[in-house]
């Protein structure tokens, strides 16, 4: 899976972590930060399905981007950046995994003892959000 | 001869072919996928991949699924079809030859998803085709 490989921005969420591919995050801004006159920008969570972290913060809003231009995310929870090595990421069977979730996963780091990180696939999310869903 | 490998889950007993195990681990931690299937509800790290987490109890007549975080005394790996799958089990037991003709279809409906029917021990047990089976969860999936 060393396509998958590289750096990743990991926001925790409920008994495991998401990683967003750094290359697709162009921006990180604070709440207050974004623009009061722009739309909201929806909740990673909810695009995802998946529960947050009971009570973090703080909230930011992430600037995605792709070829086709630029959506806006926000998260809530301390924000890390981590290297994965190659070889780390292992593709999910999604073919056999149901649930609106499952659509977003591009792979999953198991390591023991640790919460299960889950790589979202950026492209996947950004179609969705201009897609209004 | 068929080969039927007796798991334990709960109350519940089944029968898998032995042909299609590949490897019977200890207890292994899953991780849950958000808005899964109970059927489904995971994936485990199995050499260098994650495979899904099939949950037979969760498919049983008196229901028993798995809850995120327990994790089950045994691990079966089998093989179904052109993929890997993993079955927690609380007991397996050894494997016992069994005729074909001691094999037939489902009389007691046993389980849901019973392939088949066996005696062992004098006991009715439900036989799991797991390809099957994952066949099934595949297309309920996509409908």
Redesign the interface.
Known sequence: MNALAGTFLIIPAR??SLALPASAVRRVLSEHEWPEEAPAPADLDET????PDVGATPRRVLVLGDSSGEVAVRVRGALSMREVDP?RI????I????????GF?E??V?EDGAK?VFVIDARRVTERRRSGG | MASLLPVQIKDHWFAIDASAVREILGPRPW???????SE?PG???WK?????VVDLGAMAARPAPLV?GEVRARTLVVEAGA?F?AIPVDAAREAKSVSPERIHAPQLALEKFASAETELDGIPIAVVDVAAL?ET??G??KG
């Open positions: 008994g495991w995802l399905g998946v529960e070889g292992w593709p999910l069977p073919g056999l995994l149901g649930g609106r979730t499952a996963l792979g999953i198991l299960p | 991780a849950v996928i958000p808005g899964a299937s489904i994936v485990l790290g260098g991949r994650a495979i899904v995120e993929c799958v994952i969860l595949k309920a999936q």
